[in-house]
């Protein structure tokens, strides 16, 4: 159980585009999701917290109108990169934390994806 | 603050080599510690956690065991195989911010057969 995916896996754009990136928890319902990104040889940085229902929270640093994060279901969140640049080209991952039960204290990964701007 | 530090990669070993990769923490309260590990091109994994002191987490011949006296949590195993060869990030929950995951800097792990 507690499986988490990503769509797509690797997206290649052109600078200015934009990009939407998905993250689907299959097999619980997730009123938590978390964006991270991780740079090549790097540690992920947490980027926002994406709450079901309401508004994602952003860490310090991060553009909330260059990463766009909707969690408009129990089930989806997803990211949005408006306007890419090259310097945006990165390792996207989103995770998800199970409500309550032995999954609360822990975050489930998704497989990532691999954003490359032209 | 709450922090994570990882001894720095790559590692590299022979099959059946015994490993240890270090891992201590910073952090106020009693925070819960967790082993990811990350294969090529693909997202991380939970390998194994404690959630409080002098716990042991334990999976796949991997072995942690949550020391609040040294603020550490070392990976351990007996006989690295070929197959173990990925990234090992070392994480802590926050005690009071369920949210927020810490992670260590990553420790890149190579087993030669």
């Known amino acids: 159980g507690a499986v988490v995916s990503q769509h797509p896996s690797r997206v290649i754009c052109k600078s200015g585009t934009s990009v939407k990136i998905e993250c689907r928890s299959l097999d619980f319902q997730a009123t938590t999701m978390f964006w991270y990104r991780q740079f090549p040889k790097q540690s992920l940085m947490l980027m926002a917290t994406s709450n079901e229902g309401s508004k994602a929270t952003y860490e310090q640093g991060v553009e909330k109108d260059k990463f766009l994060i909707n969690h408009a279901s129990l089930t989806l969140s997803t990211l949005t990169v408006t306007s890419a640049h090259p310097e945006d080209s990165s390792f996207y991952i989103c995770?998800?934390?199970?409500?309550?039960?032995?999954?609360?204290?822990?975050?489930?990964f998704g497989p990532g994806t691999r954003l490359t701007v032209l | 603050g709450n922090s994570v530090t990882q001894m720095e990669g790559p590692v590299t070993l022979s099959e059946e080599a015994f490993l240890t990769i270090n891992c201590t923490y910073t952090?106020?309260?009693?925070?819960?510690l967790f082993w990811y590990v990350q294969y090529p091109g693909e997202g991380l994994q939970l390998l194994l956690k404690a959630t409080k002191a002098d716990d042991k987490g334990s999976n796949k011949g991997f072995e942690a065991t949550y020391r609040k006296e040294t603020t550490s949590f070392h990976l351990e195993k007996g006989s690295v195989q070929v197959s173990d060869s990925a990234v090992y990030f070392c994480?802590?929950?926050?005690?009071?911010?369920?949210?927020?995951?810490?992670f260590g800097s990553g420790t890149k792990l190579n087993v030669k057969p």
């Open positions: 994480a802590l929950r926050g005690a009071y911010n369920f949210n927020k995951f810490y």
């Open positions: 995770s998800a934390r199970e409500p309550r039960g032995a999954g609360y204290n822990e975050q489930f």
């Open positions: 952090a106020t309260g009693y925070p819960s």
